[in-house]
């Protein structure tokens, strides 16, 4: 018999209120071939049909199986796989794994992504419907309940259109726009974000996203300029989706400044404005921000 040697990763989202058989058997496999065993739950910030628990709660599912015996950590999604593959090795990494590293998931939602530095291999879990045990679930009474209860939910509520605000701040001649990136991205956004229950309006969303995600400054001129569904990642083959509201207005002094989740501000001259500038999720918002131009400048 082959001694088990290195580390053996195991990249799965788990979305299961409870781990099957087969979740076991294949834990157990990865075990016997290594040393230490870690598993890595990917988790997404919008939680959807496909995504329901957070990823506290399946580590807490796993807690309860194993106890401290199985290491379990978190890796957010992000919505480049090539930078998902750097951050995933680069938090292997920081847990200085013993040995050889080998990387176990799906073939379609792993393997055929992944980029990064270390040996991959197919894991196959095929998952058990959830509908005939969901339907006998009568009480929240546990934690495995409790996560029973939250995929029934999920699934049995109307899909969500969820609404942001995005802006496009101009100098005051209109030659120059302001863009922001965030981390792990290396194109451009409009800034902007979600609307809050709490705000009274759409454009007053787009007032505290953008004093948020830029500083304290003085605008004028705010427009609206039109609305439309964007394919954002998050809810990517989901059944809820977001549609955003895009303003303009003109920057009137002050100092901007990239805060809260932005990395960087950057003024583009707008004759030099392209696709390929933008992050994909805000290149359907460039028709609206052309034909504003346009009227702007007859």
């Known amino acids: 018999m082959q001694a088990s040697s290195g580390t053996g990763i195991i990249i799965g989202r788990f979305q299961v209120f409870e781990l099957s058989e087969l979740h076991l058997q294949l834990i157990e496999k990865v075990q016997k071939e290594h040393n230490r065993v870690i598993v890595f739950l990917g988790s997404n910030p ?38 998902w593959s750097q951050e ?13 590293v080998s990387i176990y998931g799906t073939e379609l939602e ?46 049995s509520r109307f899909p969500t259109v969820y609404p942001t605000v995005d802006i496009a701040v101009f100098s005051p001649d209109y030659k120059k726009i302001l863009l922001a990136r965030k981390p792990n991205e290396t194109r451009y956004r409009f800034p902007g974000g979600f609307s809050d229950p709490s705000d009274d309006s759409f454009e007053e969303s787009a ?34 989706g977001i549609i955003t509201h895009l303003y303009a207005c003109t920057f009137e002094g002050g100092e901007a400044v990239a805060s809260d989740d932005i990395a960087e501000i950057h003024w583009h001259e707008v004759n030099r404005l392209s696709e390929e500038i933008f992050v994909p999720v805000h290149q359907p918002l460039l028709p609206l921000l052309q034909a504003y131009l346009e009227e702007v400048n007859e």
């Open 46 to 83: 919008a939680p959807s049909d496909i995504n329901p628990l957070d990823w506290l709660l399946r580590w807490k599912m796993f807690e309860e199986t194993y106890g401290e015996t199985l290491e379990v950590h978190e890796m957010p999604d992000l919505p480049d796989d090539r930078i």
């Open 88 to 100: 995933l090795d680069r938090r292997i990494m920081e847990l200085k794994p013993d040995g050889k």
């Open 110 to 155: 792993f393997i055929s992504r992944y980029s990064g530095r270390y040996e991959t291999h197919v894991l196959e879990v095929s998952e058990a419907s959830l509908e005939s045990e969901i339907m006998e679930i009568k009480d929240v009474i546990s934690h495995r309940d409790f996560r029973a209860g939250v995929i029934f939910g999920m699934l």
């Open 207 to 240: 007032m505290r996203e953008l004093s948020e995600e830029c500083g304290e400054f003085e605008s004028a001129n705010w427009t609206y300029l039109g609305s439309q569904r964007i394919e954002d990642w998050r809810y990517h083959n989901a059944m809820d």
